[in-house]
């Protein structure tokens, strides 16, 4: 099993900047490529963005690309996701999800059911 905690959540204004992250405990952290995302009431989750294992590759959903950054800290455990330029169309429960990835150091799967264990999620809501 791994353990996966969000935090960093919270209310914000258009514009503004969050910086989620998410701690990691119970298995070999690093082997686990690493992805946020998201679920907005009444829609279903979509994929936001996501690291490689090896931290070399990440991916990005259109409308978040130039404002959101993920990273991860294999020392530490833990990944994050900054946000910046904050839209009210961000609002959302923001979920971080580990998949255990086999061979490419790159890939980066953008589908949920890719992905093996879920954190319970953090509110990130944006005001206009």
């Known amino acids: 099993q791994l353990q996966l905690v969000e935090s960093g959540g919270g209310l914000v204004q258009a514009g503004g900047s969050l910086r989620l992250s998410c701690a990691a405990s119970?298995?070999?952290?690093?082997?686990?490529?690493m992805g946020w995302f998201r679920q907005a009431p009444g829609k279903e989750r979509e994929f936001v963005a996501g690291?490689?294992?090896?931290?070399?590759?990440?991916y990005y959903t259109n409308s978040v690309k130039g404002r959101f950054t993920i990273s991860r800290e294999n020392a530490e455990n833990t990944v994050y996701l900054q946000m910046n330029s904050l839209k009210p169309e961000d609002t959302a429960v923001y979920y971080c999800a580990a998949a255990r990835v086999y061979g490419a150091a790159s890939f980066v799967p953008t589908a949920g059911r890719a992905y093996d264990y879920w954190g319970q999620g953090t509110q990130v809501t944006v005001s206009s």
């Open positions: 690291i490689s294992w090896s931290g070399g590759s990440t």
């Open positions: 119970g298995r070999t952290f690093s082997r686990y490529a």
